[in-house]
Nanobody, 127 residues
Framework: QVQLVESGGGLLQPGQSLRLSCGVT????????ISWFRQAPGKEREGVGC????????YYADSVKGRFQVSRDGAENTFYLQMTNLKTEDTAIYSC????????????????????WGQGTQVTVAS
């Protein structure tokens, strides 16, 4: 059984940084596209960023480009979302996700293409 377990959410002030972690068990994350999504109150879920499997390329939503970065630690089967210069509009529940044996090219997997989700972690940015 594949499981994704997140950690690292919290309450921060604008301009601060935070790193979210996602530990994967039951599947090797190097064989998947790894993604982060978020959902703010009253809004639809949106993709934040990813590393694709076939290209090993990073893609990001315009709203976070230059501030957020997805990375992986293959040895630990864990991946991360490093968030810098946080803004109040980054407040959301963040979820990690994988698309196993992903064939997506040139973009991040959409939510319907995701095979497994983490439980979600709250990130709140407020002054």
């Amino acid at each position: 059984q594949v499981q994704l377990v997140e950690s690292g959410g919290g309450l921060l002030q604008p301009g601060q940084s935070l790193r979210l972690s996602c530990g994967v068990t039951g599947f090797s994350a190097k064989n998947a596209a790894i993604s982060w999504f978020r959902q703010a109150p009253g809004k639809e879920r949106e993709g934040v960023g990813c590393i694709t499997r076939r290209e090993e390329m990073e893609y990001y939503a315009d709203s976070v480009k230059g501030r957020f970065q997805v990375s992986r630690d293959g040895a630990e089967n864990t991946f991360y979302l490093q968030m810098t210069n946080l803004k109040t509009e980054d407040t959301a529940i963040y979820s990690c996700a994988i698309d196993r044996w992903s064939v997506v090219w040139g973009r991040c997997p959409s939510a319907v293409e995701i095979d497994d989700w983490g439980q979600g972690t709250q990130v709140t940015v407020a002054s």
